[in-house]
């Protein structure tokens, strides 16, 4: 090994425990170089070398691995942790998506069961609030179309009956009576109008 260092290659070779690294670094000292204490540079190479023992290399290298093998168990727990807590905030926001449209088709009984104490589910507690009041004022609005129905219905009636009975009067009444439109054409005439002009009172 020795003898390969000074001839100026480089390297890596393991001897015993130990992991050997080499590799010639040029003249250290210009040639004729004098320093007190040291003898005169030759301009000859040097080398570096640097030892390592394997078994310390070896639990560094194992300990990088269980490192990475860690670090992907982190990614993997917090992709799962991620994808649940995912889950968990858009299952509400899908509920209450889906109980929108069913209120927008006229289904106003729907509600929704978000338990919690967060954001989304006084979201949930509103959406229910909102729900009840549409409900209420939907059945208020049923009731009173169905009272106007019936009014409607009633006051035609009388109407009717007040049109029925007038009509009676009309045509049992001895006098007279013509109904004249603006081009001057009879369009009513009582029975004893028509006695009077001695023909029907249609066309005259």
Aim: no cysteine; glycine share 8%; charged share 20%.
């Amino acid at each position: 090994l020795l003898s390969r260092i000074l001839s100026g290659a480089s390297g890596t070779e393991v001897e015993g425990d130990w992991i050997i690294a080499y590799a010639p670094v040029g003249n250290a000292l210009p040639a004729g170089f004098q320093s007190p204490g040291y003898p005169v540079a030759d301009g000859t190479e040097w080398a570096v070398g640097l030892s390592y023992p394997r078994s310390q290399l070896l639990a560094s290298v194992f300990n990088l691995y269980i490192l990475y093998t860690f670090l992907g168990i982190s990614l993997l727990v917090a992709m799962v942790a991620g994808y649940r807590m995912s889950r968990h905030l858009l299952r509400p926001l899908s509920v209450l998506h889906r109980e929108t449209e069913e209120i927008a088709k006229g289904n106003l009984s729907q509600r929704v069961e978000i338990a919690g104490t967060d954001e989304i589910a006084d979201l949930g507690r509103s959406f229910n609030m909102m729900a009840r009041e549409l409900e209420h004022s939907h059945r208020s609005l049923a009731s009173r179309k169905e009272w106007l129905e019936t009014e409607v219905a009633a006051r035609t009636a009388a109407l009717e009956r007040q049109r029925q009975n007038l009509t009676a009067i009309i045509q049992h009444t001895a006098d007279g009576i013509l109904a004249l439109n603006a081009d001057g054409l009879i369009e009513l005439a009582n029975d004893a109008a028509e006695k009077m002009l001695g023909q029907s009172g249609a066309g005259v």
